[in-house]
């Protein structure tokens, strides 16, 4: 993911950084204004992602071929109520502004822009099984120390890691000496795994699998 949030930031160039950062930074200091910075960092995310993931609805928010007319009917109806109102009238203004291939960008702006006020920091783990709330609470531990920020984990499992576990703070991976720090965390992450696939075979050959 950082190494994705890296090239997101290279394929813009610095006049298109800076529009995203200014539209950012106002829809900080709306919801800021308005005690909902927090929720309207987690809806920004779906939406930006929605756009990641749906080649379709990336299509019609980002097509030029798409009257802005349209595409404002279209975010009406389908987000308002369902989405805060300020973060839907920001990406109106967006899209009546025709900046709407920006919208990833200005995601992640916002985002910095909230981890910067909170003192935050986004901790990127992989993980073989999904971690259990003991192992979370000791990595969000140790990665508060390292970064001397407030760790905020995003996990993602991914079992072709069977042998532990790969910890980013923010575009950074840890180094060898915190990663040997963390080892025992992987280690019980390699334990689990290997008890539930041995559990799994077993109950596939008892069930004549």
Do not use: C
């Given at each position: 993911m950082a190494a994705e949030r890296?090239?997101?930031?290279?394929?813009?160039?610095?006049?298109?950084?800076?529009?995203a950062?200014?539209?950012?930074?106002?829809l900080l200091d709306l919801t800021q204004a308005a005690g909902t910075?927090?929720?309207?960092?987690?809806?920004?995310?779906?939406?930006?992602?929605?756009?990641?993931?749906?080649?379709?609805?990336?299509?019609?928010?980002?097509?030029?071929?798409?009257d802005a007319d349209r595409r404002a009917l279209v975010l009406e109806k389908h987000f308002r109520g369902r989405m805060n109102d300020l973060l839907l009238s920001t990406l109106q203004v967006i899209n009546r502004k025709g900046r709407t291939e920006l919208?990833?960008?200005?995601?992640?702006?916002?985002?910095?822009?909230?981890?910067?006020?909170?003192n935050e920091v986004d901790?990127?783990?992989?993980?073989?099984?999904?971690?259990?709330?003991?192992?979370?609470?000791?990595?969000?531990?140790?990665?508060?120390?390292?970064?001397?920020?407030?760790?905020?984990?995003?996990?993602t499992v991914d079992p072709a890691i069977l042998g532990?576990?790969?910890?980013?703070?923010?575009?950074?991976?840890?180094?060898?000496?915190?990663a040997r720090h963390l080892q025992r965390l992987g280690n019980v992450l390699h334990e689990r795994a290997v008890h539930e696939i041995h559990a799994g075979k077993a109950f596939v050959e008892s069930n004549g699998g």
């Open positions: 890296n090239g997101l930031m290279a394929t813009y160039d610095h006049g298109s950084q800076a529009i950062d200014s539209y950012a930074k106002t910075t927090g929720a309207v960092q987690e809806e920004f995310r779906a939406f930006a992602k929605l756009m990641e993931t749906d080649a379709a609805f990336a299509e019609f928010m980002t097509s030029q071929s798409v919208i990833p960008l200005i995601f992640e702006q916002y985002r910095l822009a909230v981890e910067e006020v909170n901790v990127l783990v992989t993980s073989a099984v999904p971690l259990t709330d003991a192992l979370r609470q000791r990595l969000a531990e140790t990665a508060t120390k390292v970064a001397g920020k407030t760790a905020r984990l995003v996990e532990g576990l790969v910890v980013r703070i923010g575009d950074e991976k840890l180094d060898a000496s915190v």
